[in-house]
C-alpha cells in the first residue's frame, strides 16, 4: 500500500510537469489551473507514504535511500505550496515537479530492488529524530533555492539577450526570484542550525564523518548568508553560489 | 411568445475610417435618448447601442431582423448627417450576430487584439440600455452570455497576453525586473514625446516618481510639471541615479550621453539593485556596453519594437484557441437569447450555435 500511495505522488508530480509544459507551449503566461491541486495531491500521496513508512519502523522514515529520497521531496514540495505561492514562483512548478518526479522515480526503483523493510529502532531517540528531520528539511529549503537560483540566471539571461522566449512570460521578475533566493537560504540555515543543536543531545554522539560532513555544509551555508549581509552580494553571484552549494550539499548527503 | 430574431448593425476600425466613425459616435449622455428612438421604429423590440472610439453598434431584437435593419439604417443616415450608401454598415443576424458580440467582448474584434478596456464598454452599453429601459429578455440573454464567453476567453487563453506597443513592452519588460512597479523611481532624460508617453505608462502601472532631466531646463520643468515629478538640470541627472530603477533617454544628442563607466560607477553603490535602462533615442543614448554590466538591462527603440511585434504575432496564435473555445461554449450551451423561436433558429444547446466561418449577412 505504501509503495502505491509513492508510485501516486510520483504519477501526480509527472501530471503537473506535463500541465506545466503544455500551458507554456500553449504561449500561456499563467500556470496550468490544475497545476497546484496536482501538487497538493501529490503532497498528500507522499505524506501517506511518510506515515505508513513511519508507522512500519516506529520512528521518522528516513531509515534507507529510498525513504530519505521521498523525506527530501516532500520537503521541496511543501516549501514550494507554503513559500512559493507566497513568493509569487507560480512557475516553480515547471521547475520543481521534474526535479520531485525524478528523484521518487529512483526511490520507487530503490524500494522495488532493495527496500530493507521494517527498521524499528532498539530505543526511540526523540533527538535523533529531530535531527534527522530538520536536517532534510533543510535539504528541501536549500533544493529550492538551488531550483530559484537556476530561474534567476535564466531570467537574467533572458532580459540581456533582448530576445525573451515564451518562457520569459511564465518567469517570476527577477527581484522576487533573489528575494526568494535569501529568504529560502535563510529557512535552510535556521532548519540545519536546529538539525546540528539537535544532534549533541542525541543518545548516540554523531560519527565524526557525520558530524564533520553537516558541519561543512552548514558552514558554507553561514558563510554565504554573512557575506551576503555583510557585502550585499549582487543577485547573479548569490544564485551561482546557492546552485554550487547545493551541489555540493548534495554531494556531502551522498558521502554520508 | 412573438417569432423575435436578433441583429448587429454597426461599424469599426475594419470597415470605416476614423471620420465616419466620429460622425456617427454615440456620446454617452445621448445613447438614453437613441434608444428610445431606436425602440420607436417599427418592429425594433429591443437595443443596445455599443460606442466606442473603434466601433459603433446596435444590437436589438426585432420580429423580422431584415426590415429593421434597412429602417436602422434609414434612422443613421437621417440622424447622423450620412449620405445614403455612404457608410457600408456591416448587419449580422440571429447567431451571427450573437457570435459577433461574443467576439467584440472578448477583444478579438478590436484594434489592439484582446485587449480588455471593450469587456468593460459591453457591460457599460448594456448597463446603459437595460436602465433606460430598452433591453428585455433576448438582451438580457445576448448580454450575459458574452460577458460569460468574454470571461472564459480571458481566463483561457493568453489573448490578452504580451506587448503590443513599444510603452507595452517597456513596461512589460519593467514589471519582469521589478515585479509590481509601484515604489519604482524614473527618470527621464531628454524631455521628448516617447519619453513622455512612456513614462507615462509606466506611471499608470504604479510607478512612484518621475525626475526628468533636459538640456533645455524650461521644457524639463515643463515635462516635470506634467507628470507631476520633479525636474533636474541637465549636468547633474548622474547625482541622482542612485535611487533610480528605470531610466528613459531620448535626447537629440548626436553621441552617447550615459557611458558605461558612469553605470559601473552608480551600480558600485547600488547595492544589487538592478537598473533598467530604456533608450528611445536615434542615435543612441547609451552606450551598448552597458548591458554587459551586472543587474543592468538596457533596450533600445528596435529591441522593443522587436518585442511588441512578437507580442502582436503571438495574439494573433491565440485567435484559433479563443475561437474555438467560443465554439465549444455555444456547443454546450448554446444561444440563450435564440432559444425557443418558433421556427427552429433556436432551442436547445448545441442546436443554435453559429456557422463557424461566421458568415454575416454583409461583409465583416
Known amino acids: 500500500m505504501d509503495l502505491l500511495h509513492l508510485i501516486l505522488a510520483t504519477l501526480a508530480f509527472l501530471g503537473g510537469f506535463v500541465l506545466a509544459v503544455v500551458s507554456w507551449r500553449r504561449e500561456s503566461d499563467r500556470p496550468h489551473g490544475l497545476n497546484i491541486p496536482l501538487a497538493v495531491a501529490g503532497l498528500v500521496f507522499q505524506t501517506l507514504f511518510l506515515h505508513e513508512r513511519g508507522q512500519l519502523h516506529g520512528r521518522c522514515p528516513i531509515t534507507n535511500g529510498g525513504e530519505v529520497l521521498v523525506f527530501v521531496c516532500w520537503s521541496i514540495v511543501i516549501l514550494y505550496l507554503a513559500l512559493g505561492r507566497a513568493f509569487r514562483l507560480s512557475l516553480l512548478g515547471v521547475f520543481t515537479m521534474p526535479i520531485v518526479f525524478l528523484l521518487q522515480l529512483f526511490a520507487i526503483v530503490y524500494l522495488v530492488l532493495a527496500d530493507p523493510g521494517a527498521r524499528p529502532p532498539t530505543r526511540l531517540d526523540p533527538w535523533l529524530e529531530l535531527h534527522a528531520a530538520m536536517s532534510l528539511l533543510a535539504y528541501g529549503a536549500f533544493a529550492l533555492a538551488g531550483i530559484a537560483g537556476v530561474m534567476y540566471l535564466v531570467q537574467d539571461r533572458q532580459l540581456k539577450s533582448h530576445r525573451p522566449s515564451r518562457l520569459f512570460y511564465s518567469m517570476p521578475p527577477i527581484r522576487y526570484l533573489s528575494t526568494a533566493l535569501v529568504r529560502l537560504l535563510s529557512i535552510g540555515t535556521a532548519l540545519l542550525s536546529i538539525g546540528i543543536v539537535a544532534s549533541f543531545f542525541m543518545d548516540v554522539r554523531p560519527a565524526a564523518l557525520h558530524l564533520f560532513v553537516s558541519s561543512a555544509v552548514w558552514l558554507v551555508y553561514a558563510l554565504l548568508l554573512v557575506v551576503h549581509a555583510w557585502k550585499r552580494l549582487p543577485p547573479k553571484r548569490l544564485a551561482f553560489s546557492a546552485i554550487a552549494s547545493f551541489a555540493f550539499a548534495l554531494a556531502a548527503l551522498a558521502a554520508l | 411568445m412573438s417569432p423575435v430574431s436578433i441583429f448587429c448593425l454597426g461599424v469599426n476600425h475594419k470597415t470605416a475610417p476614423v471620420e465616419l466613425r466620429e460622425r456617427l459616435a454615440i456620446s454617452e449622455h ?142 512589460d519588460l519593467a514589471e519582469k525586473i521589478f515585479g509590481r512597479l509601484d515604489g519604482c523611481r524614473v527618470m527621464i532624460i531628454g524631455a521628448g514625446e516617447m519619453s513622455r508617453i512612456t513614462a507615462q505608462s509606466l506611471l499608470s502601472r504604479g510607478a512612484r516618481s518621475i525626475i526628468v532631466s533636459n538640456r533645455s531646463y524650461d521644457k524639463a520643468q515643463e515635462l516635470a510639471a506634467e507628470l507631476k515629478g520633479e525636474a533636474v538640470r541637465f549636468d547633474d541627472w548622474e547625482n541622482k541615479l542612485d535611487e533610480i530603477d528605470i531610466v528613459i533617454s531620448s535626447t537629440a544628442a548626436p553621441h552617447a550621453v550615459v557611458h558605461a563607466a558612469a553605470i559601473r560607477r552608480v551600480m558600485e553603490r547600488r547595492r544589487g539593485h538592478s537598473l533598467f535602462l530604456i533608450d528611445i533615442a536615434v542615435p543612441r543614448d547609451i552606450e551598448e556596453e552597458v548591458n554587459g554590466i551586472d543587474n543592468v538591462y538596457l533596450y533600445n527603440i528596435d529591441q522593443l519594437q522587436q518585442i511588441a511585434n512578437e507580442g502582436k504575432a503571438r495574439r494573433e496564435r491565440q485567435i484559433a484557441i479563443c475561437r474555438e473555445l467560443i465554439a465549444g461554449f455555444l456547443r454546450e450551451k448554446g444561444i440563450e437569447a435564440l432559444a425557443a423561436l418558433p421556427d427552429g433558429r433556436g432551442g436547445e444547446p448545441g442546436r443554435n450555435h453559429p456557422d463557424p466561418s461566421g458568415r454575416p449577412l454583409t461583409h465583416p
Open chain 2, 30 to 171: 445621448s445613447v438614453p435618448g437613441h434608444l428610445g428612438e431606436i425602440c420607436g421604429l417599427d418592429g425594433v423590440e429591443e437595443a443596445v447601442v455599443l460606442s466606442t472610439c473603434n466601433r459603433v453598434e446596435i444590437y436589438g431584437g426585432a420580429g423580422d431582423p431584415m426590415a429593421a435593419l434597412d429602417r436602422l439604417v434609414a434612422y443613421l443616415e437621417s440622424h447622423f448627417a450620412v449620405a445614403p450608401g455612404e457608410v457600408e454598415f456591416y448587419r449580422h443576424a440571429d447567431a451571427a450576430a450573437a457570435l459577433h458580440l461574443f467576439e467584440v467582448a472578448s477583444g478579438l474584434d478590436s484594434m489592439v487584439l484582446g485587449e480588455t478596456e471593450i469587456f468593460g464598454q459591453v457591460k457599460k452599453a448594456y448597463a446603459l440600455a437595460q436602465s433606460t429601459g430598452t433591453t428585455a429578455r433576448r438582451m438580457n440573454k445576448l448580454f450575459q452570455q458574452s460577458f460569460s464567453v468574454g470571461k472564459l476567453v480571458r481566463s483561457g487563453t493568453s489573448i490578452q497576453q504580451g506587448s503590443t506597443s513599444v510603452g507595452s513592452a517597456a513596461v
